[in-house]
């Protein structure tokens, strides 16, 4: 319904020209854009430049997670999430992974243009992939990312002794109900436990006869991955007996 071979502006939302492109010699064109960032439910409008004939049709964007930063990592780090395609204004909730674990960002709301950030740390989850979702309250809209959560060890108290002192070691982001060996230096599966729902652990184990100096303790879920952390091995002595007269005879013995 445009002039032959005239010259068509579109026009998105906000975005004046688009595109421009000259209709055929019956009036009929076929442009192409990309839809660019705009809040909820827009127009598309086709304007021709010499017949000033106008065409509007309504463009619904749906809300969306752009970037997820970093989009994977242990328990405890901070994860930017940026979004965009909501409501002007609208009100954003956000869930994280099988806990069910409701973040609402109850006093942040999208800017003029639909979009938002926003930063969140990782709570307890188990090892693998999981979803980072977001809702927008007022349009419906939902939005969704997958993250990687990894294993780690977040505890080795203490992390230097001698041998026959009792160490604990903690870890989370393994998987569900988890199997955990744990080798320790040149002792293999010094201990074995299992995780919970949630891939966390806690268990302790004493430390056997070792040489002197950094030894390595190794973390290994059977569903999930192998952590490596590190302990100090110092030395120590005693002797029998512990007391005596002048030219008793006196034991010392060693290790580490």
């Not at 002039?3 to 492109?21: L, M, P, R, W």
């Not at 309504?58 to 409501?87: A, D, Q, R």
């Not at 990687?148 to 001698?162: F, H, K, S």
Request: with cysteine; charged share 10%; hydrophobic share 35%.
């Amino acid at each position: 319904g445009f002039n032959s071979s005239e010259s068509v502006q579109i026009d998105f939302g906000n975005i004046s020209t688009i595109t421009q492109i000259t209709a055929n010699n019956v009036g009929v064109f076929n442009a192409t854009f990309t839809v660019q960032t705009q809040p909820g439910t827009t127009t598309v409008r086709a304007y021709g430049l010499s017949s000033t004939r106008e065409a509007i049709e309504y463009f619904i964007i749906l809300g969306k997670i752009s970037s997820i930063t970093p989009i994977n990592g242990t328990v405890g780090i901070e994860v930017t999430v940026f979004g965009e395609g909501f409501g002007q204004g609208e009100n954003i909730i956000l869930d994280f992974g099988i806990t069910g674990n409701n973040m609402p960002l109850s006093t942040y709301t999208t800017n003029c243009l639909g979009t938002f950030t926003t930063s969140f740390y990782i709570n307890e989850q188990p090892y693998g992939s999981t979803t980072v979702k977001v809702r927008g309250v007022s349009s419906g809209h939902n939005g969704t990312y997958t993250f990687g959560i990894r294993a780690n060890i977040i505890l080795i108290t203490p992390n230097q002794g001698t041998v026959g002192n009792v160490v604990t070691v903690a870890g989370n982001g393994f998987g569900v109900s988890d199997d955990i060996r744990v080798d320790f230096g040149t002792t293999l599966t010094i201990v074995t436990t299992s995780a919970n729902i949630c891939g966390t652990f806690s268990i302790i184990f004493t430390v056997t006869t070792q040489p002197y100096g950094s030894t390595t303790i190794k973390v290994d879920g059977v569903k999930s991955m192998v952590c490596i952390g590190s302990f100090t091995i110092l030395p120590r002595i005693w002797s029998t007996p512990d007391a005596g007269t002048v030219g008793s005879l006196v034991t010392v013995w060693g290790n580490g």
